[in-house]
């Protein structure tokens, strides 16, 4: 097996794409920028899902389907909606072998659809809050497409929820933040800044986007999750009103909030390695790989591999899925085995060869630290649920150390640029500008306001002069 | 609350219709042909979804994701496969504010792209079987939309598979049926004849179509799910080549099958009446609602209602899920409340009314048979769990007995027409025809035949008079 990855700091895109495919995460699809989602990617994303769903389904929202194609006149109904998303939008104008009377356009998102049948079902106080989410493609043209991260469909998550008062769609937009960090975090070990986007970076037709900003290994940031508070935008644009309690017509307050397949693409580059893919273990589909070796293909196949089955069935039922896979490619070398799990990020490997057999031990190896250790057969079990835990609080400690070893402070302007020049990374600051302002510096830095800090820290804005700026990290992003 | 349901033997389409607005399964979109799927009616697609992926899963398949949309060439390799989906395909001709070199089909079904991708990744024997499976939307423009029945846009799972040989890709079309019929039977309750396709019924581009063919109550036939010898039509078409045991380059064997969102309109039509729907217990995504109930307000809010949250938790835990609800629409009659959950098809209902509680029990209605019961406190628990599995098996027997009563044997293509003109349902009757005999069967008495059934009854055919003819069932269908 050929060692082919890039190294990272040759070739920081290529190491990327190398990863994906060594790991066949993903493949180009026929049409360009489209992608597939093969099964071991298809596997993180199912993961992350069931995750998220949960949290979802315990803050109280329910799963709905809404449908693929829009009406472009939708789209123009709300000013700032239209500007944002027309440019990017893949059009359906012919269907069942005729023309169609009104262009339909493939969902980008939804906002415009869903708030056409919330105007419908929404009649009283009483219908709400109304709190719903949908999982589904969608697709948003891309002229430079990456795998994962920039792709003319992805999938995603979009929750769309209507409620009575701006102070209880502003607290929903806050709880789904609050749920994006604590999943990116607790389960993808992303360490992330959930703070305020700039005038300049808001979604088009949010009064307030909230965002989860992570830092790539290349210092590069990505935004991993966003959530909406829309105000009475859609809900004008689209009549969505209710008779309150006092007896009258109002309109409701909504909030939107998604997550998409791009996460994939952060897990990749805050964790992976020249080696290949590193999956932090709460994601990984197979968490432990068990290799029966001998250079005897026969004594592997019989003698060793019922005991791999046995302990593949005792870690299974301990860990309480199947997330074990007994490798059973005897045909290859053992070197070329173990790095087909080191690249598919597998993160432990269990090795059961003659003399560990021979010793009532078995060769555990972690994948993210590369330790070896040498365990016995009663304590096998235990120890793995040890390492798991142990391997997924050290790929989240080393993203945030490497994260704050890489944020820095600008005082000016001008600092701002030399650290953005010189060093990369997250450059804190105090920002009060306008959307000229952040235009301004992505054209001379190629850096962009990422979010405001939370909290009440504010200072001199660094391009106006200004006191009472608040607290904003700066980076150059995806 | 508006008993507005059309009873089933006045006018059955809009009794149909109005179950799923009662129950608030879902809506038609603002395109033509499309329809949302409301909370109540995703969650069971949810449950569906969850049963049959475990079953793919342990049956050896991996999820992927293939892209929405396919280039209109790649139809057009498979000869029958283009004839057979051209006319219903949405296209997309503008996409990033531009207009593409080729159109693109929104997919009808994924054998093409998945063909094309299956091609670059299988090289040798040591790569097969390819099981793989995904769930997503796909539309086929319809001029006569219904809801979940038939409509521009669904969801389903469609599975490709490619093999060695032609005796396994069988064995999986097969295999990929009895997983249907299991699903189908144990948890949708829903009684259905598994068999061969006739030639005119097959899948575009197939060898062999098997179905899973299911009664409604009025006695139509619904295919609710297919499974495909596909021979090696795609793997040509496609170029899906592999180095065989023998060092010789060969052509892979494929199959294809899906279930769709169709199987929410076979439920309804299956198990409902004419107060509305009846879903089975082990999809119901609510399987008892429990309601406080007194004419005091206050009381059942504040004495009442601790003691419901308290059954709610204590049925939660014991049931494995939040399959419990607690009814507080207090500002609502108690018929009106009661009418609710009839109308949702809620299994079981629980009242706590004053007189219950201070004679220590609790009101069970059931929603297949209505039958009433006051249970004891302390058997509350066991008594829902077993009146809920006896619903289920109720279910499935009143369904499978209305099949069976509403089944006929025809010697001849008379008494066949004279049954579907008089009595309608299922008519066996021995068959060898040819397609052309199907289109006239069709034409003449609006049946098609829907399935060939197991088994090795042969006899004269009924349009041709020769022998060996095999036992078929003709149906009107949906």
């Given at each position: 097996?050929?060692?082919?990855?890039?190294?990272?700091?040759?070739?920081?895109?290529?190491?990327?794409?190398?990863?994906?495919?060594?790991?066949?995460?993903?493949?180009?699809?026929?049409?360009?920028?489209?992608?597939?989602?093969?099964?071991?990617?298809?596997?993180?994303?199912?993961?992350?899902?069931?995750?998220?769903?949960?949290?979802?389904?315990?803050?109280?929202?329910?799963?709905?389907?809404?449908?693929?194609?829009?009406?472009?006149?939708?789209?123009?109904?709300?000013?700032?909606?239209?500007?944002?998303?027309?440019?990017?939008?893949?059009?359906?104008?012919?269907?069942?072998?005729?023309?169609?009377?009104?262009?339909?356009?493939?969902?980008?998102?939804?906002?415009?659809?869903?708030?056409?049948?919330?105007?419908?079902?929404?009649?009283?106080?009483?219908?709400?809050?109304?709190?719903?989410?949908?999982?589904?493609?969608?697709?948003?043209?891309?002229?430079?497409?990456?795998?994962?991260?920039?792709?003319?469909?992805?999938?995603?998550?979009?929750?769309?929820?209507?409620?009575?008062?701006?102070?209880?769609?502003?607290?929903?937009?806050?709880?789904?933040?609050?749920?994006?960090?604590?999943?990116?975090?607790?389960?993808?070990?992303?360490?992330?800044l959930a703070g305020e986007k700039t005038a300049g970076e808001r979604f088009p037709g949010a009064v307030d986007t909230h965002t989860c900003e992570a830092m790539m290994s290349d210092k590069r940031a990505l935004q991993a999750a966003t959530s909406h508070f829309l105000g009475q935008n859609f809900s004008r644009a689209f009549g969505i009103q209710f008779q309150n309690r006092e007896g009258e017509l109002a309109y409701c307050w909504t909030t939107s909030w998604g997550l998409s397949t791009r996460t994939v693409g952060a897990l990749i580059m805050v964790h992976s390695d020249d080696d290949g893919l590193i999956i932090p273990p709460r994601i990984a589909p197979i968490k432990a790989a068990i290799l029966p070796i001998s250079k005897d293909e026969s004594i592997a196949a019989n003698d060793i591999l019922p005991k791999a089955k046995e302990l593949s069935a005792k870690l299974d039922d301990e860990l309480g899925g199947m997330f074990t896979k007994v490798d059973t490619d005897f045909h290859m070398r053992p070197g070329d085995r173990f790095f087909a799990h080191l690249q598919k990020g597998v993160p432990v490997r269990l090795e059961l060869g003659e003399k560990d057999i021979a010793a009532g031990t078995v060769r555990l190896v972690r994948r993210d630290t590369g330790a070896k250790m040498d365990v016995k057969n009663d304590e096998v079990i235990p120890t793995v649920k040890k390492v798991l835990a142990d391997i997924q609080a050290n790929l989240f400690s080393r993203a945030k150390n490497f994260r704050d070893e890489n944020t820095h402070d600008a005082s000016s302007y001008e600092?701002?640029?030399?650290?953005?020049?010189?060093?990369?990374?997250?450059?804190?600051?105090?920002?009060?500008?306008t959307k000229d302002d952040e235009t301004r510096i992505r054209e001379e830095t190629g850096a962009t306001p990422r979010c405001i800090l939370p909290g009440n820290d504010t200072g001199k804005c660094i391009i106006t002069g200004n006191d009472g700026a608040r607290l904003t990290v700066f980076a150059k992003a995806y």
């Open positions: 097996m050929a060692r082919n990855i890039t190294p990272r700091n040759e070739n920081y895109s290529q190491w990327y794409l190398d990863v994906i495919k060594a790991a066949e995460l993903a493949d180009y699809a026929p049409v360009r920028g489209c992608m597939v989602i093969r099964p071991t990617g298809y596997a993180i994303w199912e993961n992350i899902q069931a995750k998220l769903d949960a949290e979802i389904k315990r803050t109280g929202h329910v799963n709905a389907y809404f449908p693929l194609l829009i009406p472009e006149s939708f789209f123009r109904k709300e000013a700032e909606h239209v500007e944002g998303f027309a440019p990017e939008l893949a059009m359906v104008t012919h269907a069942g072998g005729e023309e169609l009377e009104e262009p339909l356009a493939v969902r980008s998102t939804s906002e415009t659809v869903i708030g056409h049948m919330y105007a419908k079902w929404i009649q009283s106080w009483r219908d709400l809050p109304v709190l719903m989410n949908q999982w589904c493609n969608v697709m948003r043209w891309e002229k430079r497409p990456r795998l994962f991260l920039r792709t003319s469909e992805f999938l995603w998550q979009e929750g769309h929820t209507a409620h009575e008062t701006e102070q209880e769609a502003r607290e929903e937009m806050l709880r789904m933040l609050e749920v994006y960090r604590k999943v990116l975090e607790e389960e993808l070990a992303i360490p992330v600092e701002l640029k030399e650290i953005i020049a010189d060093k990369g990374g997250f450059v804190r600051a105090y920002f009060g500008g």
